[in-house]
């Protein structure tokens, strides 16, 4: 049973998870909205896993499409692990620059497909690419508090140094 009180004081939900210099907004962010968009992925990605991508089906064949499904499930799946585990920050940073890459190119087809005969999957396109901003948002909200907790160990290393 302690295992479990560890586990939940690592989370992003335990009170002291998430300095009150942070703010009330980024609190709610990063315990709500985040991993509510990986579950809403990662669901996503499990009800597509029989039919795969469509759009990856038409241009790569079935094959690629299953691999790209499996690729964003893992990716969102480890987007998830990092935000709810903020000390993981690492596989959130690198799962979340994947699953931008895939969601990306998912987008960038669908638009080119909608330029065709079927033009409905142009709001789809729009869709992935409004994810995209959201991944691309938190990539650089993660690479800034890197760069932060970096020039603060320097500081303490030159302060005993």
């Not at 939900?13 to 609190?27: K, L, N, V, Y």
């Not at 299953?66 to 000390?87: E, K, M, S, W, Y």
Request: hydrophobic share 55%; with cysteine.
């Amino acid at each position: 049973m302690r295992w479990l009180a560890a586990v939940g004081r690592a989370s992003i939900w335990h009170r002291h998870a998430i300095p009150a210099s942070e703010g009330e907004a980024a609190r709610e962010v990063k315990q709500y909205v985040l991993p509510a968009i990986d579950v809403l992925l990662i669901v996503g990605c499990l009800l597509g896993l029989d039919g795969g991508l469509p759009t990856f089906t038409i241009v790569y064949g079935p094959v690629i499409a299953g691999i790209a499904t499996h690729l964003v499930l893992v990716f969102a799946v480890g987007c998830l692990i990092g935000v709810a585990f903020p000390r993981m920050w690492v596989l959130e940073l690198v799962s979340k620059c994947g699953l931008a890459v895939m969601l990306m190119t998912y987008a960038l087809l669908l638009f080119n497909l909608s330029t065709g005969p079927s033009p409905a999957r142009g709001f789809v396109s729009g869709v992935c690419a409004a994810v995209c901003v959201v991944l691309a948002w938190r990539i650089i909200w993660l690479s800034r508090d890197f760069r932060r907790r970096r020039a603060t160990r320097r500081a303490i290393a030159g302060l005993r140094g």
